[in-house]
């Protein structure tokens, strides 16, 4: 026998046993390991699907980034400086979010975090002198290459709920909240001011774009452009579902007819919402 084809095959044995000895003492060494052991204990039921499920979302978000998450520039709903009582209140009203940036000539200028709390003291009594700037909390600001794990802990640490996310030259790219970051752990978290009407196709780069999983095909094709078949599926969710031929995990991404499509919210019955990515044409 060949002395090298010998040592490679004991090799492959080793490697083997390694592999097979760190599952049966449940001692993980890589990713890959973790990830089979949740696997097989979700399969044995010492742990449901939801806890697996929630695992996995804590393994994702310490490889994802402020960017992948953040509500970009262009969706941020901002208050601007100078703004009295009666000029915030009903964005407020309208808007039903806590917290608001505000911001001074552009929202490049952020001067500070409005909670929407505060105000209710100028609403019990409307005759308090009102001065946004007094109200205004400190900016948490973080790049866009925030490592989410990492972001997740300061919020915690410092009781924070929201950080502006600036690009390489400092200028505002969007905005991201805890609750974007737990959402990548547990899945969507919806509350009653959450809106039904929540718009289904969102630009957030040049070329890619957020995309609600039950819009549907006929909308999918007007925004942008193209002919894909209604018959057998209403919505833009289906058609990626039968693409993958199974329900794909958050960050699966699959290509087809010009677009790459990547999971970003699913859940163990169905998918939620999606990145899309035109792909430039061959």
Request: negative net charge; aromatic residues 6%.
């Amino acid at each position: 026998m060949n002395t090298n084809d010998s040592k490679t095959n004991d090799a492959d044995e080793r490697s083997w046993l390694d592999r097979l000895t760190q599952m049966v003492t449940g001692t993980p060494y890589t990713r890959a390991d973790l990830e089979g052991l949740l696997k097989l204990a979700a399969d044995n039921e010492v742990i449901d699907e939801d806890a697996k499920t929630i695992m996995e979302g804590a393994l994702i978000v310490g490889e994802m980034q402020a960017r992948d998450v953040m509500i970009p520039r262009a969706q941020m709903v901002v208050i601007r400086d100078g703004a009295t009582l009666s000029d915030v209140l009903p964005q407020i009203i309208h808007t039903g979010h806590s917290r608001y940036p505000v911001i001074g000539e552009s929202t490049d200028d952020i001067l500070g975090i409005l909670l929407a709390k505060d105000l209710l003291p100028f609403v019990l009594n409307p005759d308090a002198k009102f001065d946004l700037n007094a109200l205004l909390r400190p900016a948490v600001i973080v790049p866009e290459s925030k490592r989410l794990n990492v972001l997740l802990r300061e919020f915690r640490q410092a009781r924070n709920h929201m950080a502006i996310v600036i690009d390489e030259y400092g200028g505002v790219a969007g905005l991201v909240t805890i609750e974007d970051v737990l959402e990548e752990i547990v899945g969507e978290i919806e509350d009653e001011t959450d809106s039904d009407e929540e718009i289904q196709i969102r630009k957030l780069t040049e070329d890619s774009y957020f995309v609600q999983a039950l819009t549907p095909v006929e909308d999918f094709n007007d925004a942008f452009d193209v002919e894909f078949s209604d018959e057998e599926f209403d919505t833009i969710g289906g058609l990626v579902l039968q693409a993958f031929g199974r329900l794909p995990a958050r960050n699966e991404t699959i290509n087809f007819s010009g677009f790459e499509f990547r999971v970003i919210n699913s859940d163990q019955r169905k998918l939620n919402s999606l990145r899309v990515t035109v792909l430039p044409e061959a």
